[in-house]
C-alpha cells in the first residue's frame, strides 16, 4: 500500500519559515517524480512546486519562485518543502502527491498569520 504522510505545518508569523516533511512507502521513491500542491479554503488546489526522480530538476508555481525550496532525499523516502518569508495568503492546506497518481497525503495546515 502506498502511503504519503506529511509533517511540519504550523502558524507562523508573516516573514517567518517552516519546512514541511512528506514520508513516502509501498513505493520505490526514488524512481517517482513528486509535487507538493495547496488548498486555501474556498479555493482549487494548487501546484506549488514539483521534483525530479534524482531531484535535478524542478518547477515551481510563479506566486513562491525565490521563497520556496523543493528537494528530496531519496534514501530518506522523503520530500521537502523549505518555505521561507511566508505570506498570508501561503495559507492553505500543503499536500503532498506522487505525480500524475491519485496517490495524495492527508495534508498538513500551514498559516501565516499579519
Known amino acids: 500500500q502506498v502511503h504519503l504522510v506529511e509533517s511540519g505545518g504550523g502558524l507562523v508569523q508573516a516573514g517567518g519559515s517552516l519546512r514541511l516533511s512528506c514520508v513516502a512507502s509501498?513505493?520505490?521513491?526514488?524512481?517517482?517524480?513528486m509535487g507538493w500542491y495547496r488548498q486555501a479554503a474556498g479555493k482549487q488546489r494548487e501546484l506549488v512546486a514539483n521534483?525530479?526522480?534524482?531531484?535535478?530538476?524542478?518547477n515551481y508555481a510563479d506566486s513562491v519562485k525565490g521563497r520556496f525550496t523543493i528537494s528530496r532525499d531519496n534514501a530518506k523516502n522523503t520530500v521537502y518543502l523549505q518555505m521561507n518569508s511566508l505570506k498570508p495568503e501561503d495559507t492553505a492546506v500543503y499536500y503532498c502527491?506522487?505525480?500524475?497518481?491519485?496517490?495524495w497525503g492527508q495534508g498538513t495546515q500551514v498559516t501565516v498569520s499579519s
Open positions: 502527491r506522487w505525480e500524475r497518481t491519485d496517490y
Open positions: 521534483i525530479s526522480r534524482a531531484g535535478d530538476s524542478t
Open positions: 509501498g513505493i520505490t521513491f526514488r524512481l517517482v517524480r
